[in-house]
């Protein structure tokens, strides 16, 4: 199998299954000891074998190796086989899909949750001929972030679909949500709630509530792009919302919370702002 990442700008690196800054990172994965793994970066391999030992997905989080590769996102951010424990980088090196619900507590400390340039990486609810497990995803949310507010959570680079909500942050959280696709989602594409703080950028959040699929309910609830609830707050710029079947972006919190800039688009949603003072240009 050819494992080279399909990374923009590298077409003349060797197809050994990893770049030179890949193989750097991952030689410097094995100097930690037990006892240096603050705020360390961990990989995900995603559905190919970027390691070369012939396991993927859940059997990579089981190999027994301390090399920190792991095959699923939870399993790299739990605290087994030298993962980030709540407290570091899970960088997701080849393209694939995740069928997990995935769970950011940043208890130990930041973490940052990114998919490496060129991959793309889908953290979805649906496979085709799974339907048992479709039905228990697509009731679940896709991100769950309940972090402290000494914490800062980012997510770059990642697709969310076909859950409830593409991405949830609640508590005291405080996260960055950049460059990310949220496509598709039941009821929120971004849902922030209790005092949550969220800074959107570079992303895309499309068709909130129209949801499809056999054998689960699927109608939405409310189906708002970006829905901001208690007194959660944010900043919302270079993004685009769209085709929401509720409002593109919406605050029960009042109109001050949320500051939408002149560089986001929000389109096609019913309405585009609810409790959401509009950019000037709008």
Known sequence: MDKHIATPGFADQPRDGRFPWMAALSGALLLYSAGALANHPVLVEGEQDFDGDGRIGVAEDNDGQDDQIFGTINAALAAANRGANQNGHIIIVTSGRFLETVTITAANGDVTLQAAPGVEAEIEAVRAGDAAGNALRQAAPGI??????NRIVTIRNIVSRNWTD????????RVVIDNCRIEHNKNFGIHLTDSARATITNSQVVGSGFRVGAGVDNTPAPGIGIGFESMSSGVIATTTVSGSFAAGISSTAGNRAVKVFNSAVVFDNNPNFMGVRPPLNF
Do not use: D, L, Q
Request: no cysteine; net charge neutral.
């Open 144 to 149: 769950i972030v309940n972090a402290p507010a």
């Open 166 to 173: 593409g991405i949830v942050a609640s508590g005291a959280s």
